[in-house]
Every structure is written in structure tokens, then in C-alpha cells.
């Protein structure tokens, strides 16, 4: 699997997404993609109560560990590259986290458009 380019939505270098835990298509904290990432874990957010209760109920249970996998679940204010898609269909239904984009990868603009990325983003200045 040949790893896309390490850029941001600014077209700037990707910055970490999270590192406890681990995340990213490759668990190497970023949210790398190629071809192979049929998904597109390519959007950095910021997790809380209300995303994961939905994301649950969508039948993505983020929140429960999964020991067999070295997954602790995450908690609300954790870090984690979520399907692009995803987010969209979370935002469609008053759902969406918010994100960082410094760590969102730009293949997430095939998806989602920075109008609606900004809206949500937690590190715009």
C-alpha cells in the first residue's frame, strides 16, 4: 500500500491527529490515506459524547473496547481520523464533531467541501 502524500487541506504538511490512542488508516497517528482506504480516514475530529452515542447507533461503535485489536474505545475530547463520508452523514443529521484541520488530509476535500470542514474546525485562528 503506497501512502499518499502527507498533506493538510492548506496543502501544508499533516500534522498528528492522535497518538493516544493511536489513529489514522496506517495507526501511525495521522490521517494518511491511499487507494486502498476504501473509507477515507482522512478527517481529524475531536470526539464527544454526542458524536459517539450516534456513531453507535449507526452501527460504528467507536466507544467500546475491543481488546483483540489493542482498542481502548474512545472518550469524549479523544482525537480519531474518521471517514470523510462519515462526517458528512454525521453533519447531515446534526451529528458532526468538530475537527482539526491542520490534521484533516486534503484527499478529504474529494468528499467533504472546506465550506462545511471550516464551519466545524477547531483550530482556525
Known amino acids: 500500500m503506497?501512502?499518499?502524500?502527507?498533506i493538510n487541506v492548506f496543502g501544508e504538511a499533516l500534522e498528528?491527529?492522535?497518538e493516544d490512542p493511536i489513529t489514522g488508516f496506517y495507526r501511525?497517528?495521522?490521517?494518511?490515506?491511499c487507494k486502498d482506504d476504501i473509507g477515507s480516514h482522512t478527517v481529524c475530529i475531536e470526539t464527544s459524547e454526542k458524536f459517539l452515542e450516534y456513531s453507535r447507533f449507526r452501527g460504528n461503535d467507536l466507544s467500546t473496547p475491543?481488546?483483540?485489536?489493542?482498542?481502548?474505545?474512545?472518550?469524549?475530547?479523544?482525537?480519531?481520523c474518521l471517514c470523510a463520508a462519515r462526517w458528512l452523514?454525521?453533519?447531515?443529521?446534526?451529528?458532526?464533531?468538530?475537527?482539526?484541520l491542520k490534521?484533516?488530509?486534503?484527499?478529504?476535500?474529494?468528499?467533504?467541501?472546506?465550506?462545511?470542514?471550516?464551519?466545524?474546525?477547531?483550530?482556525?485562528n
Open 89 to 100: 452523514e454525521a453533519l447531515e443529521s446534526d451529528m458532526a464533531p468538530r475537527l482539526h
Open 66 to 80: 475491543v481488546p483483540e485489536f489493542d482498542f481502548k474505545g474512545l472518550k469524549p475530547g479523544d482525537r480519531w
Open 28 to 33: 501511525d497517528g495521522k490521517c494518511n490515506t
Open 16 to 18: 498528528i491527529c492522535g
Open 103 to 124: 490534521s484533516t488530509h486534503i484527499k478529504a476535500l474529494e468528499i467533504v467541501p472546506m465550506k462545511l470542514l471550516k464551519k466545524y474546525a477547531v483550530d482556525l
Open 2 to 6: 503506497e501512502v499518499d502524500e502527507s
